[in-house]
């Protein structure tokens, strides 16, 4: 009687075994570069976040050049939260602005040219927030407080004689100011000078 060969089947379970590590190996190389262009969008969003945080405080200076809107009215408003000001000089800064707005404002409705001052002044103040971390805060809020006024008086005596005595106190107000103290360590000097002067504007309506 013959011999019947069986021959044994081989088993599969190795080539199972290798697919799937040949499947884990692909997924760990499409999940790397998935994870890679994640890692890229969020760092060019990142660099996009930088700049526009970098354009808008540029532009804060820009887009305020020889810009009126608000006038007196957005100035008294602003300076009507004065629990902001902080070590970053955001609010003095701002304060400046609408500040330089508003004496703006009022010579435009008086038909009185201040464009070379204000210009001026606008450099002085710029320099406020260059460097949050600097100590001559106070000096510069004064230099720049004390050529707006200079400003104010002049539309004063051309055009309201009556508030002299309302300008004095704006020029008082912003001589208190110790240019040699930390801003922070005054900031009832710097917001009286800011209060004495949204008052006289606002009386010059």
Same mark, same amino acid.
């Given at each position: ?34 994870? %890679?262009?994640? =890692?890229? &969008?969020?760092? +060019?969003?990142?660099?996009?976040? /930088? ?5 808008? #405080?540029? !532009? ?54 201040? %464009?070379?001052? =204000?210009? &001026?002044?606008? +450099?002085?103040?710029?320099?406020? /927030? ?5 100590? #001559?805060? !106070? ?67």
């Amino acid at each position: 009687m013959a011999e019947i060969k069986v021959e044994k089947k081989k088993p599969i379970w190795p080539w199972i075994i290798a697919g799937l590590i040949v499947l884990v190996i692909l997924y760990f190389l499409f999940a790397n570069g998935d994870d %890679d262009e994640m =890692i890229d &969008e969020t760092e +060019q969003e990142q660099v996009i976040d /930088t700049t526009s945080i970098e354009e808008e #405080n540029t !532009a804060n200076w820009d887009n305020n050049r020889n810009d009126t809107v608000g006038g007196v009215d957005g100035y008294l408003s602003y300076i009507g939260d004065e629990s902001r000001m902080g070590i970053d000089h955001e609010y003095t800064n701002n304060a400046i602005i609408y500040l330089m707005n508003a004496v703006q404002a009022k010579a435009n409705e008086l038909n009185v040219n201040i %464009d070379a001052d =204000i210009e &001026e002044i606008r +450099q002085k103040a710029e320099k406020i /927030t260059q460097d949050p971390m600097a100590t #001559n805060h !106070a000096d510069k809020i004064k230099d720049a407080g004390s050529d707006l006024t200079n400003v104010i008086e002049n539309l004063q005596e051309e055009q309201f004689p009556d508030l002299s005595q309302d300008v004095q106190e704006v020029k008082s107000a912003v001589q208190d100011i110790d240019g040699s103290v930390l801003t922070l360590e005054q900031k009832d000097k710097v917001n009286k000078f800011f209060d004495e002067a949204g008052d006289v504007l606002n009386k010059m309506s």
